[in-house]
């Protein structure tokens, strides 16, 4: 079965770091592109950052760059979300999801979801 | 502001067809860019309902169609069931943006 489990959550003070793990099951995972999407209380779904199957190509979202970093380590099927400088607003459950393509380009998508992690930026 | 437009909710009875709606621009859907649909039920994660427009993935019951025309897609649900109770974000990618983009989301409620 397909799976990806996320881990890391937790609570962190505000200009603090955390750093996400997502360990993928079921497929070849230097074969495809992941991603981190993340959902604030009661808000709607954002996309925070792709990073392409081989680890060449990283994409971010304006409002975590220059404070996320995504990595994978393909031969531990593992995937990474770096985050520094943490703020409120950053407050959200984050998923890890597989990518349906090796790489983002126009017609990318995501075709399975982990049940993701919460991460609380409080004082 | 998300940069794809959902309405915020939409309705319907059982056994009913409801639309929701996916306004893009000349950067994403406009520029030909595929549109995909995720089906989040609550307390869930997302699940891909729809992708490349119009095609469902294995598992996905045919009551669930999209389409795209112009700078919007949308999603249409046939037969309601209230299983169907759930928040639908359409997805694309922006060419401005460089980067994946979702609407706002719409709840569907089946009264």
């Known amino acids: 079965e397909v799976q990806v489990l996320e881990s890391g959550g937790g609570l962190v003070q505000p200009g603090g770091s955390l750093r996400l793990s997502c360990a993928a099951s079921?497929?070849?995972?230097?074969?495809?592109?992941m991603n981190w999407v993340r959902q604030a209380p009661g808000k709607g779904l954002e996309w925070v950052s792709a990073?392409?199957?081989?680890?060449?190509?990283?994409y971010y979202a304006d409002s975590v760059k220059g404070r996320f970093t995504i990595s994978r380590d393909n031969s531990k099927n593992t995937l990474y979300l770096q985050m520094n400088s943490l703020r409120a607003e950053d407050t959200a459950v984050y998923y890890c999801?597989?990518?349906?393509?090796?790489?983002?380009?126009?017609?990318?998508?995501?075709?399975?979801w982990g049940k993701g992690t919460t991460v609380t930026v409080s004082s | 502001q998300s940069v794809l437009t959902q309405p915020p909710s939409v309705s319907g009875a059982p056994g009913q067809r409801v639309t929701i709606s996916c306004t893009g621009s000349?950067?994403?859907?406009?520029?030909?860019?595929?549109v995909h649909w995720y089906q989040q039920l609550p307390g869930t994660a997302p699940k891909l309902l729809i992708y490349?427009?119009?095609y469902r993935p294995s598992g996905v019951p045919d009551r669930f169609s999209g389409s795209k025309s112009g700078t919007s897609a949308s999603l249409a649900i046939t037969g309601l069931q209230t299983e169907d109770e759930a928040d639908y974000y359409c997805?694309?990618?922006?060419?401005?943006?460089?980067?994946?983009?979702f609407g706002g989301g719409t709840k569907l409620t089946v009264l």
């Open positions: 999801a597989k990518g349906a393509l090796t790489t983002v380009s126009h017609y990318y998508y995501m075709d399975v």
């Open positions: 079921g497929f070849t995972f230097s074969t495809y592109a």
């Open positions: 990073i392409s199957a081989s680890g060449d190509s990283t």
């Open positions: 000349s950067s994403n859907i406009g520029a030909g860019y595929d």
């Open positions: 490349g427009n119009s």
């Open positions: 997805q694309s990618y922006d060419s401005s943006l460089s980067g994946v983009v």
